[in-house]
Each structure stands twice: as C-alpha cells, then as structure tokens.
C-alpha cells in the first residue's frame, strides 16, 4: 500500500507504514510489556513480510494496483482496488444502469446500437432498441510491446455475441460491436506484441452460417468462427471458420501466434457427445498466413466481413491434440510457452511457441510443439503466473491453488525424477479463472494472486439463496501461497486483470471537447445554441429541444413547459469544474435518471405523453443545498 | 468479528482472533525482539480495543452485523457486512438487473407492475411495461416492540413515487406499490410499535391533486402528501395533506405520533423561494386521532385513498418551528427524543415526545416541545445513537462527524454552563446520512458508527470523473470516535441500517412451495405438468410453454423447437438442492437471461421473432461441466 507523502520500497513494504502499526500494537499490548520492542528493532530486524503483505489498506492510504473485474452475466465491468478488494466503481457496459442513465441517454443508446447488425437492430425494435443485458467474462487490456498501455479495455459478451472497448482516460465505454456469423463470443483477449492492435474473440458455439433459420437441426451444418477485432477502429478485421468449437484464448509476445482451446472437437450439441472424445484440441492462428490469406483474397465475405476457412489441413491453422476438454489458455511471461489448462484431464500441457513455425511448416507433428505436461490436479481451468518461472493453476474439483514450476515441468516431461509441484493452497470454493498483479504481460511482478471462486457457501453471513462468490486474495511473494483475504461479488466474475496503479491515469473532470456528446453539440450548432453556456428550448414542430446548464445547487432553468405527445430531448451540461461533483438529472414518473459527471453533457428524449407537472431534480448529492436542486416540467394537455 | 468455532465476548473482542494477531506480529517483529511480549502477557493487561475494534475481518471469518445499503440511484438494496465493509449482495428492486433478469423475468414484472396505478400502467406501455430506474433512499427494517424482527425491509423511490418491500428470508422483493395524490417519495420509516404495522412514507414534492394537467404553473395549488402504507398487506392505510413540504421522518417508541422535516414551509418552487424563510417546521402526525378520523369518514377518497386534511389548524397535525430547512428526523432509543437536525442552521433541536399529547390538547405551544437545541457546527444533516445517550450528527459543510450529549444538551438548554459537544471527528467528505449498529431501535449497541460520505475525492485510485462514495466506519466503543476503514461505493448510497446478524435468518435454498412462482404453479397446473419433476412443451395455438428442469451440469431438455413468431414461455425449475447451486438460463442473442437458484422455478416470455439456432445456456458457473450446460431453441422460419 502507499499514499502520497511515502515512498513504498521494492519489496512492497511501506516504512512508514510498517512503523505506524508497530506503535499501535504497543500502545495496545500495555506499554510496560513492551520493553523489548521499539519501532526502531522492529525495522532492524528480519522484514515483516507476513505482516505486511496485507488486504488492510488503513483510512487515506492508496491500492497498489487497479483491479479490472468482469461480472459476468451483470454485464458491467468493475473496478476493484488491490490488495483492498474494495469495488471502486462500476462501468455499465452490457447491462442497464440506473445509476447513470446507461442505456437511456442518447450517448450511450448510440453507443448499444450503431455496432449492432441490421437484423439484430429490426429485432429489436420491439424490445426497446436495445439488449438489457449481456454476459462479460474477459477484461483485458490494451497493450504496447508486451505490457499493458493503459489505453483501453476490451471485453467480450457471450449472452448476445459482441465485444465492447472501455476508454481508461474516462472510465466508460465508448465501442460495442455485434460480431457476425460467430455465436456466443467467449474467450478474449487483445494482440500483445507489437501493440493491440488485433482484439481475439471465440465464438463459443456452433452455429449455422447464416443463421437464418434455414439450417436448423442439423448440427453437422454448424461452425464455429474465430474473430480478429481491430481494437483502433472496433471493425473485425478477419474472421477463421474452424473445426470443433472455441473455448478461451491468448496471443502471443511476439505477434505471430493466437491460439484457442477447443472442449467440443466431437461437434456434439449435448453433455455425452461433447465429453466423448479423449482428446480435443488447441487451435493456433498464424497471424502472418492469415493477413497474407486476406490480401491475396483467400476468403469469403460473409455479412461484410472475410471468413477464411481454417479447418484442418488449412495453412492457417494447426490442432494441436489435448486431453480431454482443456478450458483455460495462458501465455508465460516469458514470451516462450502457453499453459493449456485440462479441465477433464488432471494435467495442464505446456507449449513451446519457438516450435510453432516447424509446426506450420510441417517439420514437426502438432504434439512435439508440448514440453511439458504436469498432473496437477482435478479440474485445472486457469493458470497465472508470476515472472518468476512459477504457474499457479486453479483445480476447480480440488478447490485448491497449485504453484508449480515450468521448468521443472520440463525436465519432468524429460524424463528427471523432480516433482514440479511447490505448493497447494485450498481455497474456498471451486476456483475459475485466476490472476497474478500484471501477470499476462511481461512485467509480471509476483506480487499478488486472485482466486476467482465459484461458491462462497459458508465463507460470509448468510445472504439467501443467492450468494456471493469468494475472490480471494492470496500473497505469493513468498515459497508458499498465504491466503490474505476473502472478497465477496455479485453475480459472477469470471476473469480480472490487477494493472499496477502508475499505467492507469484517467482524468477527474470531462473535457468540453470528448467526442462522448458529438451530437449534443451538432444539435445545439444546428439551433444556435451555446452548449457550454446557454439555457434554451428550441421547438421544431412537436421536436422540443431543451439546453440546460447545472450549478450545484441549481439547474439554470426552473421550469420548462412542454405539450403532451412532444418529443422532448434535455440536454444537461454540468458546468461544475471540480473533482467529483457529479449531477444527476431525473424527472419523476417518467422513468428518466442520467449522470452529468463535472464538465460532461448528457441528453435524453422521450415523449412527453404524460400530462401534468413533473419535478426534474439532481439525483448526486451535489451540495447542502441538493434537496433543493429541482425544476419543473410542465406538460400540457393535448387538448388544452 | 465472530466465527464459527469462538465466541465472542461481550465487548466485541474475540479473544482466539487477539490471540492469533499477537502471534502474526511476534513472528513479523523478529522472534528476538519480543521475549517481552507473549500472547499471555497481551491478553491479561488491559484490553486491546484500539487494535481490536477493526474492519479487518480474517478470511473465513464473519460479520457480526448485517448492513443494510440503499444505492440511490442504482435503484437497489445491497447488503454489506459490518464491521469488514464487503458488500456482499446486491437485491434488485427498481432497478433491472442483467444478471438476476429482474425486469425480464415474469415473476419480478409481476412484481414491477401490479402495485401500480392504472395510468402508470397505461404510460409505460410504450416503455416495456415497467420503470427501468428508481432512487432508493431509505432502506429500514420492520419493527416488533422497537426492535428489528427480520422478517422486511422497506424502501422508498424518490424517482418514480414507489415504496418497495423486500422478503429477508429469501432476501427479494416481493412488494413494490405506486403512492397515489403524493409526488416523489422521500423520506420513509416503519412504526416501531407495537409493531410495523404502517410503514411512512413522506411525498417530497408539492404537486396539484389530481396531476393530470388541469393544473400546471399554479405552486398554489399543489400539495404535498403524507402517506400510511400497511406494511403487511402493502396498500395505502390512509394518507394526509400537509402544508409545506416533507423531507425525512420517524417513528415513537410509542406508536402514538410520526414526525416529518419539511425544508419549504414557503410553497416555493425555486431555490431563492424556498430558502427566503428563517424557519421552516417538524409536522407531527397523532396516529390515534388520524385513526378516528379516518373511522368516522372526515377525509375525501382520491384514487381509492382516504385523504386526511392535516393543513394547519386541522386535529391530525402539529407543526413546531424549526430554524431553517431542517432535513434529518431521527427518534433516539431512549423512547423518549427525537433530534431535528438544522441542515441551514448550526443547530439541531430536542423534541420530547412526552410534551406532544400536552401539544395537541393546546396545553402548550409548539415550540414548548423543544427540549434543547445545541449549535454543533455547520450542516447538520443525520443523526445517530449510542444507546448511552449520545448523539451522532453528521456535519455536512464542515466535513466532521459531532459527538454529543442529549442530557447534557437539555441542561445547557436550560442554562447551565456544559458543554453538549463530546468530539468531532474529521471524515472524507460531506456526509450526508449516518448510522450506529442497532442505533434507530432500543437496542443500540454504541459499537459502530457509517458515515456516509457523498465525496471521496483522493480518498481511492482515481476512477475517472464519476467517483465512489465513501463509506467511513467508525469505532464508537470509546469516548473519543476512531475512524478505521474506507468504504467506497458506487453512486449513492443515501442510508443504510446496522443489524445484528443474529436478526436475519435467510433460508439457503428455496422452498418449493414459495408464493414467488404461484403464477407458474398454476399454468402447470392447467397444462398437466407436474412443475417440480417434469419436462414438456406445450403448444396452444401461437402460445407454447416449455417446462425443464436443471440438474447440474444439464438442462432437461437438449433442444426445444418453435416456430418464428410464437409466443414463447419458458420454465426452468433448478432441482439441485445444495446451498449455493444457482443455475443460470441465458437464451443467446434474444436478450434473455435469468437468475434460478437452488429449488427455485423462474419463467421468462418472450417472442420467439428471430428465426435460427439459438443456443440456451446456464450462465452461473455451477460445475466443472458448466461449459456444455446449454442446449438449443430452434426457431423456425415462419415461411417453412
């Protein structure tokens, strides 16, 4: 932990910190029997690493690292500090906030729709033009040259097939886009080396191509369909038909390779034809075949976007054979091997990627691409890693954590009598996926493991029926795992990335010029309006555009009046200047609630086809005066 | 903090957990160093509350107190442990919740939609049917004999005039009514005795009575409402016009009187107008007399309610002046005094509730029922109560925390020479709510003190221009407070309860006989399935219902088959009867998703438009097979 007038030292040991809790503890043991103890021996002394190492960030000090969350069918994304386990804020992504109006300003119903496909638009014209809800399991970051560049988050949705990009100067989504002809995105993650680049999307399921309805139960007619996402523009840049079905995935250091587990390479549609096979599969994607494929023409355009076919014997691909069902897939930090995690099989299986290219060019067979392949365990899913030559693999059937060393691995597989297991911890219950401080980049530091579980049960006072899950904090600066803290969550993290704090740097207050409102300021140039200054009602036939300005406590208008069955549009632009003073727009009974963070604008309309006077007020506790931060509307009636 | 295998003891110190700590730190400080200090000698000198009395609640350890969290205009109910801070649920109420389907799922719309008023109903027909936002301020558990019983909380929507009900034993919603005649629902209280019983509820804003926009810019004719909810049955009891405005209220311990703030005792509808007076009031409510009157019919019936008139003069009401704009209206335990809290004015006043009958018999004047009236500094919003006599309040303008004497209060109010003021504690920032463990009933227990803090500024890692709130818990054991933790949250908590964990029983696993899914009961009825065993499709012209059941890691039925257009309903019945085994039941790209935890039935409808492949998928991750947990809606094209 750190804070702003102390410097913490390598090993992460704040001094200052460190001398704060020892006087406590002094004070707290009775003085006279603390003699032997000053603060002074205390720090001349053997470092307090396991004191230390604690999720107890104190009152006014400062996480160490962002931790990104997913919350999986929550739809949004979360951000927690580390080693707190304190959820900071949340960002709506997928789902509908009521808290800021995600979902309901014109901001962000763009932002749902424009990256929808038409027909998806038509179908949900009925429901409200837009999805409700979504299923986000993978947060990654954008990189540069192997490490996290604080950019952007990408995140893929399962439940309706897109992936959003999340801009980290503001902390909102700016981008979501459907991706054609694949179903059911999964597995996610962007291009490492030399820069993000391409973002890597599964589609989970197998599905007919088109899925119009005219390939119905007829599975052997199914594809499943690897997607490259141009993170810079959000467009798909190439899509790969594969065999089998797609899991999760990871990029390489060297921006050559992707690859994707496969569970399901028996093509089954139910539980005993996708378990039947012993073995299924990872699929690598050759980056430059594929861009050389693409420009040589080597595909077909499907819903706009160029499908090439990477089945076996394609030169794009190559399936390399894994027991059975293997789930998680984990580029090492050391730019040199992936870890294939087993699920079914006990085993994780370690691939070189220095062989892939003997691989591609048929000098080697896919299984001489695996250096090793440890038994860990019942059920490893995920594995992270801690720049130190060390994997921690969750065991989901064992709810256990394995540390375990790859190179040790290696020479296991090589035939030395050495164990490559150091340590399990259980963990309480049914690990997921888990993740080390910077753990998929190259500076992956050792610091911290999360383990994302399944079942908390008995771990925190009963909430009903429905519990939290359990990600716990685990400290791996040392030989053996110590479990420092539990963390409940809602409904249900799937994945987390843990950022060293100095890479993120948002801004406290909007800019006037964000392109979030571009289209406020066109309609307000196109009325002649001053979108930074002006108070206005603009009418327009029965269109009513209403420019309002908010200093805390008041809106610059008291009132505005409107005729019942006008499209009625309020625009809200906060000019407060300062940190965290945030205004929030509502109007009652008509189910209307937005954000207006410090210099943001925000719009909404809506048909005014209820009559009568309707308070508008600022839903942020903005100031003493805050109750009092209301106007009215007033909408006639029609026949008035 | 407690778990399962110690006790602890009565000032909140577990003696096993000290033990362990003491332990931690002789390891951490050097074995050499601490040959003065063992875990004997710590625990036989003097108590260690100061290091003791901490968030910092060990993994597999548990809360002593269950908190209860509004989220403003997130539109929930969380729950947080106390004293760790982790929020450990989050409850749709007047929010939709991607992940639960809250909003989707026929169950939570009936609950969305029944208490409504009819042209509410009729108003959000072209909005989906249902509110997507709320702003939910007040969360306050039913009462028996002045203590929490467990069984309810309620909570109010300022956004769209609603007050809500949540079940603790499956901790849902199972009630949400519409307040008819009042406008925005702010502050909101059960009786405390003999039991809840009514449930108030204060319409902030004035509006005209009928609004339906025969009046419009008249503030004359507007009203404001106070309301009497019969928490057992959730309709209206009665209601009764005031003059002026109502902010926050309370309940006795006497079940004689309700009290409410009001901030615009001027009719205003503008800042300056509202503030223009020196005074504004407390208006009392004689429950008894309101009885009466409602018996002998002195009321007019609008919108299916007795409206009361309780304007100025009436026998229902008494209004006692109150320096200007008072908001907070807390009833200490001692049964005996409420505390006004000034907001504009430093002060906060004493009302004792014994003098009221002497009130409403004319014997006294109003303000002859302020007993003190202590200056505690600037922007006094809330409140709090030890059980030992001092008060809590919350400094909104000076950022503080006072501690202060309610006897001591009254005998400077009386002139002599004391000191009301005990401590004031700096806390990170502007305060609004607060609250005490057990504090609003007769058994607060002066252990923990929440301020709830509307800015958190650099408090946390920057996350971008909207920022958490911060939650500060405070050890209040001693005379002096003790701030020990940081507890951001997203926007905005307004209040939350403290509540012993014995309290709160939930069940684990739902009962098969729950009234939750009664509607679903009766369409297997009709159908001849047998809902808790049985899967079907049932076809009824364009209607068809399809009941399955889940049994980790599989759904009943593999495939289901409709026809483009249909109007389809699904059942799912999750029959795993573990703790913690909730299913998930996710229909890809058709926006569909829901929450079915352990024994429970949901159902969804929908309008099966898209023709296709769409696979159907659990989306809680309930086994290690959870991958292949899906099946397939086959849609076919209308045409074929």
Redesign the interface.
């Known amino acids: 932990m750190k804070d ?1 007038t102390s410097n913490t030292s390598d090993n992460g040991i704040d001094r200052r910190k460190f001398i704060g809790r ?1 006087a ?2 002094a ?4 003085a ?6 000053t603060a002074g ?2 720090l001349t ?2 470092p ?1 690493q ?3 190492n ?3 960030i104190g ?2 000090d ?2 160490d690292y ?1 931790g990104f969350w997913s ?6 994304l979360r ?1 927690v ?1 580390v080693p707190s ?6 960002i709506p992504v ?8 995600w ?2 300003t014109n901001e962000s119903r763009k932002i749902l729709t424009e990256g929808l496909l038409p ?2 638009r038509e ?2 014209k ?3 033009g837009i ?5 986000l399991h993978h947060p990654h970051m954008s990189f540069t040259d192997g490490t996290y560049d604080g950019r952007y988050l990408f995140a893929n949705d ?4 897109r992936v959003a990009r999340i801009r980290l ?4 989504c700016d981008k979501i886009i459907e991706i054609p002809n694949a ?2 995105i999964h597995g996610l993650r962007p291009q490492k080396f030399p820069r993000t680049g391409y973002v890597f999307a599964n589609g ?2 197998r ?2 191509t088109p ?7 007829e599975p052997e007619k ?1 594809h499943a369909i690897f997607t490259a996402i141009d993170g810079d523009s959000m467009t798909v840049a190439w899509q790969v038909m594969v065999d089998g079905n797609l ?1 999760n995935c990871d990029a390489d250091y060297q921006g050559l390779y992707a690859m994707s587990t496969c ?2 390479s028996e093509e089954g ?3 005993a034809q ?2 039947s096979s012993e073995q299924d599969w990872v699929v690598v994607f050759d980056l430059k075949r594929i861009e050389a494929g693409v420009k040589k023409g080597d595909f077909k355009t499907i819903k706009g976007v160029p499908v090439l076919d990477g089945r076996k014997g394609s030169p794009y691909t190559r399936y390399i054979p894994i027991p059975n069902s293997p ?1 998680g897939c984990n580029a090492a930090p050391d730019g040199k091997h992936f870890v294939i995690n087993g ?2 099989s006990p085993t994780v299986s370690v691939i070189d990627v220095t062989r892939l290219p003997d691989l591609f060019s048929d000098k080697i067979k896919p299984r001489d691409t695996i250096v090793a392949e440890p038994e860990l365990g019942l ?1 490893p899913l995920h594995t992270a890693f801690d720049g130190r030559g060390n994997c921690y693999t969750t065991l ?2 064992d709810s256990q954590s394995c540390k375990w060393n790859i190179d040790k691995a290696i020479r296991a597989y090589n035939g030395e009598k050495v164990d490559p297991i150091i340590d399990k911890l259980d963990v ?1 219950y ?1 690990p ?1 996926h888990n993740h080390t401080s910077m753990g998929e980049t190259k500076e992956a530091d050792g610091k911290w493991l999360v383990s994302l579980n ?15 899950e359990n990600e ?1 904090l685990i400290d791996i600066t040392g030989e053996k795992m110590k ?10 993290p ?1 994945d987390c990335i843990i950022v060293r ?1 100095d890479i ?7 800019t006037r010029d964000d392109p979030m409102w571009a289209e406020a300021r066109e309609w307000a140039k196109k009325d002649g309006v001053n979108l930074d200054a002006e108070s206005k009602v603009v009418r327009d036939g029965n269109k009513v555009r209403v420019y309002m300005t908010s200093v805390a ?2 809106f610059s208008m ?2 505005f ?1 409107v005729t ?1 069955g006008d499209e009625v549009t309020v625009f809200v632009t906060n000019l407060d200047n300062i ?2 003073l ?1 205004h ?1 727009f ?1 109007i ?2 008509y ?3 937005m ?1 207006v ?4 604008t925000a719009s909404v309309t809506f ?1 005014a ?5 309707h ?1 508008f ?1 600022c ?4 100031h ?2 805050h ?6 509307m ?4 029609k026949s ?1």
């Open positions: 702003k020892s406590t503890l004070t707290a043991a009775g006279g029997a603390m003699t032997g103890l021996t205390a002394s053997k307090a396991a004191a230390e604690t999720a107890n009152p006014g400062l996480d962002y919350s999986g069918q929550s739809g949004e951000i500090g386990m304190r959820e900071l804020i949340r997928f789902n509908r906030c009521s808290a800021t109006g979902g309901q027909e998806t179908f949900l009925t429901r409200g999805f409700l809800n979504g299923d399962k439940a309706n097939t100067d503001v902390m909102k179903a059911d989970e399921h599905v007919p899925n119009d309805g005219s390939v119905l139960d199914y899991d569970y399901n549609v139910n539980l996708m378990m789930h699920k079914l059920g989901f059937l309480q049914q997921g399944k079942f908390s049960k008995d771990r925190f006072i009963n909430t009903g029926p429905l519990k939290p716990q479990l420092v803290h539990d963390g409940p969550t809602f409904a249900e799937h704090a993120v740097n948002p801004k406290s207050v909007w406590p008041v008291e009132k009046s019942e940190d965290d945030t929030g509502t009652a009974i189910g209307i609630a954000e963070a410090a210099q943001a048909i086809d209820r009559p009568g006077v308070w007020y839903q942020g506790f903005c003493a005066l109750m009092e931060m209301r106007g009215r007033l909408v006639a009636p008035v």
